[in-house]
């Protein structure tokens, strides 16, 4: 909703047109609520972009998604006649793990995971016995210690370091299984076992909707964007104030007061009964004055990495062969990549006929020093990384584009548990206040469409 006046009213604000803010925006207007979503940028999607850039199609953020859960069936069973869902091809089951410098393909089945390499024989006679360990006791237990429990260091070294690197851009010894990998650690809590877990879960009953999870790798015709851009344009675009600066929201006695710059540089005030904020912790710290600094400091003490993409195009591709999702790179391996994705291979038109367009990933929470590095120092490292793991004897693309993330994925450590009960006490406090976003409740796409859809229905 928007008019010329510079003090509204409306039912709804959501703060920050991301996935997450874009998903509730599409909710609320099918659920016909009057809202108004305010964004900082001058583009929506927040860090989804897709770009064509001559022949080559690249993102500047994620690069594919997964259809995690059934809100992200049902979206894009709503959205189909307006965007082209693209899901990867078969190959995309092919991943590389780095070890001792060459790339070794992730086990599919059991044959492979008796003859890979990439694990320790003591750890492949270890891992029968894993169903019968019993489930650890401590909620707070980081990953690296649960997984060295479970299945021993190898799993830990070449399939759940760079597992985590692929999803968190993440250290294990960080992140804390209850609340980075809910799903890992209630296998263990609820079955006892890992393996025996997603054994028996694959037998339990699931309703229509859940069939259709498929964990199918998904991306878009004209990428990403195209997601966002629909959900931009379902949601109704005079519903969207874009290029705000300054907000601030105040309670009033039955609502909130938000104060914003507009994009013209004019003082603007809504009066609305429901907040939603869908922005990262890293933000939140201005906006609401009327949150105690101990519970502020509780949302904002969630850690951020720091991610550096590299997009590389090559118009004519001589190097190794590109079958596959990509490579990921071991923290073990000390190398200055973490993983590379084979994105002309997994989906179409993303780079000439013959050529090939690389996603590179540096930095990351082992090295977060990498992010002031300068694009030359940037260039000499992937030229010699790309050279090396990915056999060309010359690195002379046509694409070379580089992207900085300086609050890129958000690390779910042990402060999380804290986080996750001040959200719910602020929102129980503060009636039609709702504090969404990548602070709690998963990182991934489809937990962002999830969310987003929580959020809209918590209106109702
Ligand atoms: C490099 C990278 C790679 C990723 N790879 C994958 C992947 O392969 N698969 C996957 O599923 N997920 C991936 N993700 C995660 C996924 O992209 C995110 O979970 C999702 O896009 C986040 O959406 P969001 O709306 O919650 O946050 P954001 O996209 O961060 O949106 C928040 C919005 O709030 C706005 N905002 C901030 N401050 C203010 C303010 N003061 N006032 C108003 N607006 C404000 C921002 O401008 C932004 O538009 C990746 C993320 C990154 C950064």
Same mark, same amino acid.
């Given at each position: ?133 019993? &489930?650890? =006791? ?5 990953? /690296?210690?649960? %997984?060295?429990?479970?299945? *021993?260091?190898?799993? $830990? ?105 507009? &994009?013209? =540089? ?5 009066? /609305?009964?429901? %907040?939603?904020?869908?922005? *990262?912790?890293?933000? $939140? ?117 580089? %992207? ?57």
């Amino acid at each position: 909703m928007t008019t010329n006046s510079n003090e509204i009213s409306t039912n709804v604000v959501v703060l920050g047109a991301g996935l997450t803010g874009l998903t509730t925006a599409h909710y609320l207007n099918k659920f016909n609520k009057k809202f108004i979503v305010l964004e900082k940028q001058t583009r929506i999607g927040g860090v989804i972009q897709s770009k064509k850039e001559d022949d080559f199609l690249t993102e500047n953020g994620p690069n594919t998604g997964v259809v995690g859960n059934t809100t992200v069936v049902q979206l894009f069973e709503d959205l189909a006649e307006k965007c082209g869902f693209e899901v990867a091809g078969d190959n995309v089951k092919k991943r590389f793990i780095l070890k001792n410098g060459r790339w070794e393909s992730l086990p599919l089945g059991a044959r492979e995971a008796i003859m890979t390499p990439l694990f320790t024989l003591k750890d492949k006679f270890r891992v029968l016995g894993e169903p019968f360990r019993p &489930a650890g =006791k401590n909620p707070h237990e980081n990953l /690296a210690d649960f %997984v060295k429990r479970r299945l *021993g260091q190898s799993f $830990l070294n070449y399939a759940i370091d760079p597992f985590i690197i692929g999803v968190y851009a993440g250290d294990p010894t960080y992140l804390i299984p209850k609340y980075a990998l809910p799903k890992l650690y209630n296998l263990e809590q609820k079955y006892g076992s890992l393996i025996g877990g997603s054994f028996r879960k694959g037998f339990e009953k699931k309703i229509p909707e859940e069939k259709k999870v498929s964990k199918k790798v998904f991306s878009f015709e004209g990428g990403l964007s195209t997601l966002t851009k629909s959900l931009y344009a379902s949601a109704g675009v005079e519903n969207f104030t874009l290029g705000v600066e300054n907000i601030t929201v105040n309670k009033t006695e039955d609502g909130y007061k938000i104060q914003y710059t507009n &994009a013209q =540089k004019e003082a603007c005030t809504i009066y /609305a009964k429901n %907040v939603i904020s869908t922005i *990262g912790a890293y933000a $939140l710290d201005s906006i609401f004055p009327f949150i105690d600094a101990v519970s502020m400091q509780k949302l904002n003490s969630l850690l951020y990495t720091k991610v550096i993409e590299v997009s590389v195009g090559f118009n004519t591709w001589k190097g190794c062969r590109l079958d596959g999702f990509g490579g990921l790179i071991p923290s073990i391996e000390k190398r200055d990549l973490l993983g590379i994705l084979y994105m002309s291979s997994l989906f179409k038109n993303r780079a000439p006929e013959g050529g090939a367009l690389l996603s590179i990933f540096m930095g990351g929470v082992k090295r977060q020093d990498l992010i002031s590095l300068t694009d030359d120092q940037i260039r000499i490292i992937v030229d010699k990384e790309c050279k090396e793991l990915m056999s060309l004897d010359e690195f002379n693309p046509e694409l070379f584009k580089i %992207v900085r993330h300086n609050y890129a994925i958000p690390q779910y450590g042990v402060e999380s548990g804290d986080r996750f009960s001040t959200i719910k006490t602020l929102e129980t406090k503060f009636t039609g206040l709702q504090i969404g976003g990548n602070l709690r409740d998963g990182i991934g796409m489809a937990d962002r469409i999830k969310q987003g859809k929580e959020l809209a229905e918590r209106i109702l």
